[in-house]
């Protein structure tokens, strides 16, 4: 059963950091690129970041660049979203995903689309606060 779970969430001050995880079980990491998408109150899920662990190729959503940063480690079926300088607008819940597009496509398209996703974690919450 393929399950992820998120965590690290929690409430920060505008201009701090956060390290979320996610945490995957059944199937192999290395097969799969993992995304992360944050859905605020009265918006839709919206894609900030995704890896294709093959190649460690990567995207961000334009919004995030430069401020969080993902990685990967396949040995602790993990990934992980560093996020740094937080603002306000960063307040969601954040949730971990598996798709089999890659990142380059991410980078064609200039975003990442919920259905190209198969399945996702329960969310971790993150509130900036001012």
């Known amino acids: 059963e393929v399950q992820l779970v998120e965590s690290g969430g929690g409430l920060v001050q505008a201009g701090g950091s956060l390290r979320l995880s996610c945490l995957l079980s059944?199937?192999?990491?290395?097969?799969?690129?993992i995304g992360w998408f944050r859905q605020a109150p009265g918006k839709g899920r919206e894609g900030v970041s995704c890896?294709?662990?093959?190649?460690?190729?990567?995207w961000y959503a334009d919004s995030v660049r430069g401020r969080l940063t993902i990685s990967s480690d396949s040995a602790k079926k993990a990934v992980f979203l560093q996020m740094n300088s937080l603002e306000p607008e960063d307040t969601a819940v954040y949730y971990c995903?598996?798709?089999?597009?890659?990142?380059?496509?991410?980078?064609?398209?200039?975003?990442?689309?919920?259905?190209?996703?198969?399945?996702w974690g329960q969310g971790t919450q993150v509130t900036v606060s001012s």
């Open positions: 890896i294709t662990t093959t190649d460690g190729s990567t």
């Open positions: 059944g199937f192999t990491i290395d097969r799969y690129t």
């Open positions: 995903a598996t798709s089999h597009v890659t990142s380059t496509a991410a980078k064609e398209f200039n975003t990442v689309r919920t259905s190209w996703y198969d399945f």
